[in-house]
C-alpha cells in the first residue's frame, strides 16, 4: 500500500516562500503521476499543480502560475511545491497525491484522477 506524507507547511507573512514536500513509500513511485492540491476552509478542494511520471510535463493552476514550482526527485521517493510570494489567499491544507494507474504525457488537473492521497499539511499565509 502506497503512503504519502506531507511536510513543510506552516505561518509565513504575505510574499514569502514555503517549500512543501511529500514522500512516497513503495517501489513504483517513479511511475507515478504526482500532484498538489489544497482546500480552504469552507471551500471544496481545487487543483494547485502536477507532474508526470517522467518529470518532462507539469501544469498549474491559473491563480498559482509563475509563483509555484512543483518538482520530483524519483531516486528518493518526493515531490516538491515550492510557493513563492504567498498571498493570503493561498491559505489552505495542501495535499498531495499519486495516479498509480496511468502514465500521462500530459499532467492532469481533475481530482478524480488521483487515487492515493496524503493526510494534508496546513499553509497559512499572514496579511
Known amino acids: 500500500q502506497v503512503q504519502l506524507v506531507e511536510s513543510g507547511g506552516g505561518l509565513v507573512q504575505t510574499g514569502g516562500s514555503l517549500r512543501l514536500s511529500c514522500a512516497a513509500s513503495?517501489?513504483?513511485?517513479?511511475?507515478?503521476?504526482m500532484g498538489w492540491f489544497r482546500q480552504a476552509p469552507g471551500k471544496e478542494r481545487d487543483f494547485v499543480a502536477s507532474?508526470?511520471?517522467?518529470?518532462?510535463?507539469?501544469a498549474y493552476a491559473d491563480s498559482v502560475k509563475g509563483r509555484f514550482t512543483v518538482s520530483r526527485d524519483n531516486a528518493n521517493n518526493t515531490v516538491y511545491l515550492q510557493m513563492n510570494s504567498l498571498k493570503p489567499e493561498d491559505t489552505a491544507v495542501y495535499y498531495c497525491?499519486?495516479?498509480?494507474?496511468?502514465?500521462?504525457?500530459?499532467?492532469?488537473?481533475?481530482?478524480?484522477?488521483?487515487?492515493?492521497w496524503g493526510q494534508g499539511t496546513l499553509v497559512t499565509v499572514s496579511s
Open positions: 507532474i508526470t511520471w517522467s518529470d518532462r510535463n507539469t
Open positions: 497525491a499519486a495516479d498509480r494507474r496511468n502514465r500521462w504525457l500530459t499532467p492532469p488537473t481533475t481530482i478524480g484522477t488521483f487515487d492515493v
Open positions: 513503495g517501489r513504483a513511485f517513479s511511475t507515478y503521476t
